[in-house]
């Protein structure tokens, strides 16, 4: 059995270097509708046979470029949300300060992000537990920090492959079970 994940295509959303939080969010809100850069995916010759993928429009377009059948939308995996860690109204902080501070309050469970590591892991569960199992090849189309978390819960369920710690957009990653 093969289950294959893949990242949206890269999104064209341009951001300030420097931002408040209520900039940070604006951000973020814009990026959540922006258009994707469309580029070729090597799927390996892999017949899939059957594709979920987020019900975000930059997972959609992706999943219909690279797949041709027909395609699962589930909200189960949408993209973690990456709040603001503080709230500013004059003080601005780099870009990736927003990014990797937002992602370090989601771990160490901060109340400032709406989704805690364990709904995170739950909403996970919840999708790999109603899948098709029957099939023989999966393929996953979703966002890159849950495609991070993803893979942690793919081993625990006896799946081997390559641990990814830089997701990349629009690349094919894959996980098999004897």
């Known amino acids: 059995m093969k289950i294959g994940l893949v990242r949206h295509f890269k999104v064209h959303c341009p951001h300030k270097r420097m931002m408040t939080s209520k900039e940070f969010r604006e951000w973020s809100e814009k990026y959540e509708h922006s258009k994707v850069i469309k580029k070729p995916v090597e799927m390996y010759g892999i017949e899939w046979d059957i594709c979920y993928c987020s019900d975000l429009p930059r997972a959609v377009t992706t999943a219909k470029e690279v797949y041709s059948g027909n395609i699962y939308f589930d909200k189960l995996l949408r993209e ?63 966002h890159g920090f849950m495609l991070f978390n993803f893979q942690r819960e793919l081993r625990k369920r006896g799946f081997h492959g390559t641990n990814v710690r830089h997701v990349k957009n629009g690349f094919l990653y894959e996980y098999t079970k004897e």
């Open 80 to 142: 973690v949300d990456n709040a603001p860690f503080i709230h500013t109204e004059r003080l601005k902080l780099p870009f990736e300060i927003w990014h990797i501070c937002g992602r370090l309050a989601w771990f160490f469970r901060s109340k400032s992000q709406p989704e805690s590591i364990q709904g995170t892991r739950k909403r996970i569960n919840q999708f790999l537990d109603k899948i098709d199992w029957e099939k023989e090849n999966i393929l996953i189309v979703f």
